[in-house]
């Protein structure tokens, strides 16, 4: 029980990476705040893990929603050992298709509700002595071409922990960040459906698409977020 009556929020985890984050901290004892816009699909996990979970609907267009969120943490549970940025919007555009409009909606879901969330959890996760896990990408490195504004979120998002990690080691808040690879979620999986990829489409990469010849789980990932946060 590695996070035995730690008080983790979690964004984006009505479904997908943030719902198996969720599910694996409460199975290592933590009690988690979720974060999420889908109403329905955040209480049927909170349903699933019972009194170790509350629900939190907020916007983070909204901003008001990192305070928001914040306090929904310390009203459900009391305090705030952790959290981890996992919410973000994958739209799909390059140099030519890229408007201003979509610029902003990405790189404020993706990067600047982070931060202010991360501010609004500050001196709460200052008296805990706890930690920030933010889940970038492996586009942070370089960037797809069709995936423009997301890959210039997520280094940012990397830029930032190393920042906030320097600044703020003397409070004894830990910064961390893992850049993860191609994740098969529910979402993902239809998503390149729609693009025109056949069904069982992630049975049939090739190890130019997956070198490793298999793309990774939420469940995978969650369990490496276990072991860096904690």
């Avoid at 996760?125 to 960037?143: E, H, M, P, Q, T």
């Amino acid at each position: 029980m590695r996070l035995k009556d730690k008080v983790i929020i979690i964004t984006g985890a009505t479904s997908g990476i943030g719902k198996a984050i969720a599910i694996r901290a409460v199975s290592e004892g933590a009690k988690v705040l979720l974060h999420g816009i889908d109403q329905v699909g955040g209480q049927k996990v909170v349903d699933q893990l019972g009194d170790s979970a509350a629900l939190c609907i907020a916007d983070l267009t909204d901003p008001a929603a990192p305070k928001k969120i914040a306090d929904a943490a310390i009203s459900a549970f009391g305090l705030i050992d952790g959290l981890v940025n996992n919410a973000a919007i994958i739209e799909r555009n390059n140099l030519s298709q890229l408007t201003p409009e979509a610029f902003t909606k990405t790189i404020t879901i993706n990067l600047q509700s982070a931060l202010f969330l991360i501010q609004a959890c500050y001196e709460h996760l200052k008296k805990s002595k706890g930690a920030v896990l933010n889940i970038g990408s492996i586009n942070a490195y370089s960037g797809e071409s069709s995936l423009l504004a997301y890959s210039i979120g997520k280094a940012g998002l990397q830029t930032m922990t190393r920042n906030l990690a320097n600044a703020h080691g003397v409070d004894q808040v830990r910064f961390n960040l893992i850049n993860p690879g191609w994740i098969l979620t529910e979402r993902e999986y239809v998503d390149q459906v729609k693009k025109g990829m056949p069904e069982k489409w992630p049975e049939k990469l090739g190890k130019e698409n997956i070198p490793f010849g298999v793309m990774s789980t939420p469940e995978q990932l969650a369990a490496a977020c276990i072991v860096t946060g904690k």
